[in-house]
């Protein structure tokens, strides 16, 4: 076996006479090792303390010493003796507040790791560390930096994320060969004017600071890849920066700048840009950006105000992920207020980017959209949400790549005949439009599985096309005008041991009042039903002490759990000749406001229905506020089926023919 080129020295409690490689064990054998590098690796150990002092008479030439993840709490002085050959230092994650004043001493120092720690300032004595190339700082409680940091010549690294530094000295700029520069998390309000001598420099990350303007020297900078300036105050760009081809990402959130520099037309190697939540406005790219910048995968302008983009827009053929809507999430939103931009037309132009695979343009004030949106056959996730939509091209149906579509919020009347051509489609939210009906082409999104036609028009229960997808989940009715016929029947039975088998994991639902009055139409079945709920309010205290158990044995039952009901039981809902004017008591369970009629029913898992309305399999289901279905009384009492009624009293729902209210107009003041 031939000679390790290194050894590790693992401490085994108190004997260190041992070297150990990953693939043999060497007995301590100073001459031997004299000349081999050595790590000195000491990791989550839970030391408190490091002494070295029998190191140097070992022979044993340490080059790299691990400590990370320990509690040690300070350095022993003179390290430089003990350990004359080191030039690897890590002591990540303890608990330094300070370094000896001599650490500068060791000499040979290459790299030095001390994030984690408590460090508030450093020994002026490590700017002596002529060969030092990496010095990672972050984490820590450093105020500043010293200005003899100018004197470490060989630094190509420099990371002092998350401190609490207010500038850099001007000697910064005599670190000729420093490569990347991480400051983030800082308190930096301003940046020397010297930084433009770093000729090296291709990574800049001085993110999450105070800064209020970039000095123009920074745009000399001719090496320059990677620019994070993000979460800043920054008003303005650099009008030149010569970097512009060189340059792969640039991330810009969260400022105040309202228009991108004339240079962003040169960025020939750029592949990511942010610019999230900035005060770009009107055109606020220039003419021709994108004309060079082929190799462009992302673009993100969420939340700003843009209005229109440059007819070159198209020309981004690499473009993967585009987003142009809203950068928060639906609790994080301003109300009333525009939150994506100002977009009301995309150009002609836009439908060249094939590549595109995510497209997000909701909370714009979109009207139209291309009528070759379909060339876009990349496409996979589609929002267009919040926007001003009455229609959608012919070509929409072409996305066949289509996998999650949001159009919720606009005031779609109808969707394309052929939509069930998206056949790939898994989520299609269409809520809060004016949809009167459905295409009978949907029936082949055999794909889906969560589907929202909330808040609309509809007036025909689509249960044809439900029952058709297989792979449904969630669903969501609520809030449109369902015919009578339509709507699932609800049947009300004494006893929940009584539920019917096929209907498994009942509906259940609560209610102050029961609207549904059938008694004169069936007035023997409705002394039928009054006397069932008489027997109910005889023993409310049995009712309420099994009520946890009812509603466990509902919840969980499945086809083959849930007994057979009662068939030919009919129900009048009229609670007032049932129950008088006092309702059961209900034990707490429910908090029934007198004022206010309760119009909700949710649905928590429904059966599926086949072509003939009989359920198939389950899926969930959330048809609360529904204006059509009767309320609901008292939950453990209560069995709902979605089966096609055979026979439907006259009167027996009392449908609410309220128009739901489309989308006002966006507010952009």
Known sequence: MGQPEALIVLPRD????????HDSVHKYDGAENEKLQTLLDVCSEGLTYLSLSDVKYRKVHITRVNLDYNKITQLPERLNEELPFLKYFTANGNELSSLPDDFGDLSNLEEIYLCENKLSSLPESLCKLSKLKVLKLNANCLRKLHSEIGQNISLET????ENKLKCFPATLGLLRNLCVLEANY????????????????????????????????????????????????????????QSSKMLQRLFLDLNVFARCPEWFT?????????????????????????????????LDMRGNFVQELPASFGHLLSLDLLLLGTPHNYLERKPHFLNGNWLSILPQSFTELTSLTKLFLEENQLRILPEDIGNLFHLEDLFLGSNMLVELPVSFTKLVALKRCQLSKNRLMSLPENFGELKLLTELHADFNKLRKLPESMKNLTNLELLDLSENKLKLFPSAIISSMIRLKTLYLHDNNFDDCDVPKIVRIHQAEQAKESS?????????????????????????????????????????????QDISKLSS??????????????????????????????????????????RQIFIPSVVRLDSSGNSTSIIHMDIHRHCSAPYLYHAPMISRYLNEPGHVVAGQFDSDSSDVPGDEAHVQD
Not at 271 to 282: D, P, T
Not at 521 to 537: K, L, V, W
């Open 14 to 21: 108190k004997d260190t006479n041992y070297l150990q490689t």
């Open 158 to 161: 420099l990371s002092v994320d």
């Open 186 to 241: 800082n308190r930096l309000e301003y940046l020397p004017s010297t930084l433009n001598y770093l000729e090296r420099l291709s990574v800049v990350d001085l993110s999450s600071n105070r800064l209020t303007s970039i000095p123009e020297s920074f745009g000399d900078l001719k090496n320059l890849t990677h620019v994070d300036f993000s979460e800043n105050k920054i008003g303005h760009l650099c009008q030149h920066f």
């Open 266 to 298: 040169d960025l020939e190697s750029i592949v990511e840009i942010r610019m999230k939540c900035n005060e770009l406005s009107g055109k606020a790219l220039p003419e021709g950006f994108g004309f060079k910048s082929k190799h462009l995968k992302m």
């Open 504 to 548: 498994t994991n009942n509906w259940r639902g609560r209610s102050k009042k029961l609207e549904l009055n059938q008694q004169s139409a069936c007035p023997s079945e409705a002394d039928q039903n009054a006397e069932i709920c008489r027997t109910m309010c005889s023993d409310d205290s049995d009712m309420e002490e099994d009520w946890d």
């Open 557 to 598: 039952s499945s086809c083959s759990d849930i007994p057979q009901s009662q068939p030919d039981i009919e129900e009048n809902w009229d609670i007032d000749s049932a129950f008088g004017s006092n309702h059961p008591d209900n034990g707490g369970q429910f908090d029934l406001d007198d004022e206010e009629p309760v």
